[in-house]
């Protein structure tokens, strides 16, 4: 849900119709839906194994066929929604969903589990501009804050299951740095994915931005303070949301159509 906002309000900031933007925001969802589902999917034993019981399928309340159902029309419809916005903005999506699965079929246990975060949410802004009626390429400013926050999402998202994580052998990223070397990198990544949308747009920053900024930068060294107490909270993740929200109202005050 949170990924799929995102995207929506980036694609209204780009420029596209309101009838676009429920149409880019389903093709998201879409997409979001079968990388979720997948993973459930691929982590079923383990998560039952482990007793997670924030799963449903770990719990047996939701059946692998009916899993599996989900996750195949939720692919038809990603691919169908994705080249509904024509085939730039649907090949890029397509390909950035591709990036979710590779994390969970490879990469989650690998060093480079960072990679096909900053890859996907990277390619956010400019799915957001290429689903324009005139397609273009966003500036790279908005492209670089999004790779850094997506890397952020990796981190801070698997801080709750280090242990568990390491108990089942797998060493992506955050298991390999330990919970507060990852939130030590966070802040740095969103300390410059902030400067990024403050700086990066044409022109000079509105006193609105500066404002922005300063208080994101309060927001950072306060949140990595409780974090770095409580690492290996799910609140830092959710905290991770927030933010980023933050971060939108930043562009909203500077850019210019995400160019």
């Not at 492209?143 to 801070?156: D, E, I, K, S």
């Not at 404002?211 to 107490?229: K, P, Q």
Request: hydrophobic content about 55%; charged content about 10%.
């Amino acid at each position: 849900v949170a990924v799929t906002l995102f995207a929506t309000i980036l694609g209204a900031l780009a420029g596209n119709s309101p009838a676009r933007c429920v149409l880019l925001a389903a093709a998201i969802l879409a997409g979001q839906l079968s990388i979720g589902w997948s993973n459930d999917r691929i982590d079923a034993a383990r998560d039952a194994g482990a007793q997670r019981r924030d799963k449903p399928v770990a719990r047996g309340e939701v059946q692998l066929p009916v899993l599996d159902r989900a996750i195949g029309s939720s692919l038809v419809a990603t691919v169908l929604l994705s080249f509904s916005l024509g085939w730039r903005a649907g090949s890029l999506h397509c390909a950035a969903v591709s990036c979710g699965w590779l994390y969970n079929l490879v990469l989650k246990s690998r060093w480079l589990s960072w990679l096909p975060y900053a890859l996907a949410f990277g390619s956010l802004p400019a799915i957001a501009t290429l689903a324009l009626p005139q397609p273009r390429l966003p500036g790279g400013w908005i492209v670089l804050a999004a790779a850094a926050l997506g890397v952020v999402a990796n981190l801070t998202n698997a801080l709750p299951d280090l242990d568990e994580d390491a108990r089942a052998g797998i060493r992506g990223l955050p298991h390999r740095l330990g919970a507060r070397r990852a939130l030590a990198v966070s802040a740095g990544l969103l300390m410059a994915a902030t400067v990024a949308l403050t700086v990066g747009p044409p022109g000079p920053p509105s006193g609105l931005g500066l404002l922005g900024l300063a208080l994101a930068v309060g927001l950072v060294l306060a949140g990595a303070g409780w974090a770095w107490r409580h690492p290996l909270s799910r609140g830092v993740f959710y905290g991770l949301i927030v933010f980023v929200g933050l971060q939108l109202g930043l562009i909203l005050t500077s850019a210019h159509q995400l160019r």
